[in-house]
């Protein structure tokens, strides 16, 4: 069971985490959303489209201008409340790494916080339990947040990503937050390079059989561009194809640009897996 906010999600139910970027240079979209009416139309859009969460983040992840925790909170906490109220079903998760920023959130009515900097600051999860909120725990290989990896090794990748991410789980297990409410991500790109995100994908199964319900965001990523040498706009296909890959393998929630594109991969996979119906069943029936 995966519990998020007012909504529950059965084992077999794939789940599409919307990405809201509140940020006027984020690396996919530029801004698009960075303006309140823009980016509630994004919501309403992706939840049309299948989205049953929306990320909501404040800051790039990447290099870039500084961006203070009061800055961070004046472009989401107002936004949170604003999709709560117009969005009451949906579950809201804030992308953040700063303890102040996912309390004030929690506050205006946030669901999750998706703590991609691998508890950097550790009073985040302690805010998750006090709210009672989801929490995303990843790993980041160590990595201070925005910044880019530079020739990081690790003896095993995948080691490394299952001692880090189940040990933040049980850490924020032991402080409160909920176990059905608790999800870990491989963190790919994230202090990594692109071969060891593809080993993350490889062994995906692995995170799967801790019994923690495990996280992908893959969406348009450096490693996809790497791998097919394409920019950024040109990565849709190679991610896709990567979601279908990671959702075989048995990944619960992605957090993805493209909601409808990435709908119809799950549905495809889960019918192959036979979790899903057809849609329509006619063909050899007449």
């Known amino acids: 069971m995966l519990r998020l906010g007012r909504r529950e999600f059965g084992t077999h139910e794939p789940v599409i985490m919307a990405i809201v970027n509140r940020t ?20 309403e859009q992706a939840v049309a489209e299948g989205a049953a969460i929306v990320d909501i983040g404040g800051v790039k992840a990447g290099p870039g201008d500084e961006v203070s925790a009061e800055e961070e909170a004046r472009r989401t906490v107002g936004f949170v409340a604003e ?4 969005f009451p079903e949906v579950v809201i998760s804030v992308d953040t790494w700063r303890a102040e920023v996912g309390a004030a959130v929690c506050e205006a009515g946030a669901d999750v916080l998706n703590d991609a900097w691998g508890g950097v600051d550790p009073g985040l999860a302690e805010v998750a339990a006090r709210y009672g909120a989801g929490l995303v725990c990843t790993h980041a290989g160590g990595a201070e947040p925005r910044t880019r990896p530079h020739r990081v090794t690790y003896d ?11 040990g933040l789980a ?4 032991a402080l409160g937050v909920p176990r059905e409410s608790i999800m870990i991500d491989p963190g790919h790109d994230f202090g990594k390079n692109t071969r060891h995100s593809l080993e993350a994908t490889r062994r995906l ?35 896709l194809a990567t979601t279908a890959v990671s959702a075989w393998l048995g990944a ?35």
Request: hydrophobic share 40%; no cysteine; charged share 30%.
């Open 156 to 166: 095993d990748v995948m080691a490394d990503i299952l001692r880090v991410t189940v």
């Open 24 to 43: 006027p240079d984020s690396f996919y979209d530029q801004g698009a959303t960075f303006r309140d009416e823009p980016a509630l139309a994004r919501v």
């Open 83 to 86: 999709v709560r109220r117009r």
């Open 205 to 239: 199964g692995e995170m799967v059989e801790t019994g923690w319900p495990v996280l992908v965001s893959l969406s348009n990523k450096d490693f996809v561009g790497e791998t097919l040498d394409r920019p950024v706009k040109e990565r849709v296909l190679g991610t």
């Open 170 to 173: 049980e850490r924020a297990l």
């Open 252 to 286: 619960r929630v992605y957090r993805v640009h493209e909601v409808g594109e990435t709908r119809q991969v799950l549905d495809m996979v889960a019918s192959i897996a036979g979790h899903r119906a057809p849609a329509v069943a006619r063909r050899g029936l007449a």
